[in-house]
């Protein structure tokens, strides 16, 4: 788990967790393969998406390896999140990219601020 100024950051392996809400948005990316995210009327496949706060949600990772950024819902990342969206290919690829550099790097503040 990393904490920043506005976010968490936890890095986590889970399957089918019951579906809850809380006061974070969060952007889950997939380190492996696609995840499934359902929410009491939609379920997506998945390598990335965010999620607005106060959604009530669950995931099944089947075991992938998930980065899960939480945004307290009175930060400004969080209030940009209004919708429920699938995040592009190359997004993620980008964010796994930047994670693996920071993993294996140094893990300086400002290696994290990059990633």
Do not use: W
Request: aromatic fraction near 6%; glycine fraction near 4%; hydrophobic fraction near 35%.
């Amino acid at each position: 788990m990393y904490e920043a100024g506005n976010h968490l950051l936890v890095c986590a392996e889970y399957s089918d967790p019951e579906l809850h809400k809380h006061n974070a948005a969060h952007i889950m990316i997939s380190l492996d393969d696609k995840i499934d995210i359902m929410t009491r009327s939609e379920r997506k496949k998945c390598h990335g998406i965010v999620i607005p706060s106060g959604v009530e949600h669950t995931a099944n990772t089947d075991k992938n390896k998930v980065l899960i950024f939480l945004f307290d819902n009175t930060t400004t990342i969080a209030k940009q999140i209004k919708n429920l969206a699938i995040l592009s290919d190359e997004a993620v690829n980008e964010v796994i990219k930047a994670y693996y550099c920071f993993e294996n790097g140094d893990k300086s503040n400002s290696c994290y601020r990059e990633l």
